[in-house]
């Protein structure tokens, strides 16, 4: 019995001991930890930016691909896009000169004047607080 006791005692002082050795030392080198990917930040958009992308949409409506838009092509890309509003009223606030065509000079300075307000603090660039519909963007006045 006597022998039970002392083996008893004997692994818990070793158990005890193996814990406080482990305590006391550094950890093994491991190999570090790739942070986890998180989605890549909007980046910051100048003017030629803004253009070419809103540009590359929009004249997705050029159908007969003859470099501008007529107002059937431009009611059927609205339709499509099941854009809520007139589209003959968008249209005409696009066709500047009014030749019944919105051309890509028509787009790059109806771009122009949007990226002119939406950029707040005339920088040339928009970031993401300064993008509609971005949670820190500064509400539109209705």
Known sequence: ??????????MSLLTVAALAQT????PAATPPVAAPAT????????????QKRREKAIMAADTDGDGK?????????QAKRNIKGD??????????????????????AFFAKRFARL????????TADELPGHKTAPKQEQ
């Open 39 to 50: 989605p890549k930040a909007r980046s910051d958009i100048t003017l030629a930016k803004f």
């Open 23 to 26: 305590a006391t030392q550094p």
């Open 69 to 77: 838009i007529s107002l059937l092509e431009w009611e059927a890309f």
């Open 1 to 10: 019995m006597i022998r039970r006791s002392i083996l008893a005692a004997a």
């Open 87 to 108: 589209p003959v009223k968008s249209f005409a606030r696009l066709d500047s000169n009014h030749d019944g065509f919105i051309d890509r000079a028509e787009l790059d």
């Open 119 to 126: 950029d707040k603090n005339s920088d040339g660039v928009l």
